[in-house]
T-cell receptor, first 115, second 113 residues
Framework: AQTVTQSQPEMSVQEAETVTLSCTYD???????LFWYKQPPSRQMILVIR??????QNATENRFSVNFQKAAKSFSLKISDSQLGDAAMYFC????????????FGKGTKLTVNP | EPEVTQTPSHQVTQMGQEVILRCVPI?????FYWYRQILGQKVEFLVS????????KSEIFDDQFSVERPDGSNFTLKIRSTKLEDSAMYFC???????????FGQGTRLTVV
């Protein structure tokens, strides 16, 4: 079974600075998808960014980018020019390409943005 | 922008009572899910639903749980006899294809007292 590990329960960053959230996963599959979801205090889960495992190029979405290291099974999220609105819980999630339809989530990292 | 809608936002129920959590997925989506998040813990998969039947369920999804798509728009989760440990945030999600990201609703906070 796949597992997702987020080793940083909490992180903080100064406004306008850059922060990197870590995620590692365990799988025997070669094709899969990885996601970062943001959960603000409102508790809604919002997709931040997505990465297909077969793509070597790291995904980017405005101020958000990932460092995907397939061999190391690592999928970190970098937030540049941090804003107060980025404060939230961030969940890393794994989705297998075939068969299982469920997302497997990590325990999350609480990000605080200091003004 | 289309979104997944869940009602109610907060439900308080007595232990042993039945609850129904409601969701309206995005209209052209084909796959539907329920996840739950106990306070302070990670989000856990409960069940997936496709073509009017359950396609996958977790160990959490025992006989006390059921899902239904009674019409073309609603997707419901029923808990027959609630327990204290069912208290959690319940998220509905949907997607168009298995390989695309799931869109989540805003969640229903269930409190069992």
């Amino acid at each position: 079974a796949q597992t997702v590990t987020q080793s940083q329960p909490e992180m903080s960053v100064q406004e306008a600075e850059t922060v990197t959230l870590s995620c590692t996963y365990d799988t025997s599959e070669s094709d899969y998808y990885l996601f970062w979801y943001k959960q603000p205090p409102s508790r809604q889960m919002i997709l931040v960014i997505r990465q297909e495992a077969y793509k070597q190029q790291n995904a980017t979405e405005n101020r958000f980018s990932v460092n995907f290291q397939k061999a190391a099974k690592s999928f970190s999220l970098k937030i540049s020019d941090s804003q107060l609105g980025d404060a939230a819980m961030y969940f890393c999630a794994y989705l297998t390409q075939g068969g299982s339809e469920k997302l497997v989530f990590g325990k999350g990292t609480k990000l605080t943005v200091n003004p | 922008e289309p979104e997944v809608t869940q009602t109610p936002s907060h439900q308080v129920t007595q232990m042993g009572q039945e609850v129904i959590l409601r969701c309206v997925p995005i209209s052209n989506h084909l796959y539907f899910y329920w996840y739950r998040q106990i306070l302070g813990q990670k989000v856990e998969f409960l069940v997936s639903f496709y073509n009017n039947e359950i396609s996958e369920k977790s160990e959490i999804f025992d006989d006390q749980f059921s899902v239904e798509r009674p019409d073309g728009s609603n997707f419901t989760l029923k808990i027959r006899s609630t327990k204290l440990e069912d208290s959690a945030m319940y998220f509905c999600a949907s997607n168009l294809r298995l390989t695309t990201e799931a869109f989540f609703g805003q969640g229903t906070r269930l409190t069992v007292v």
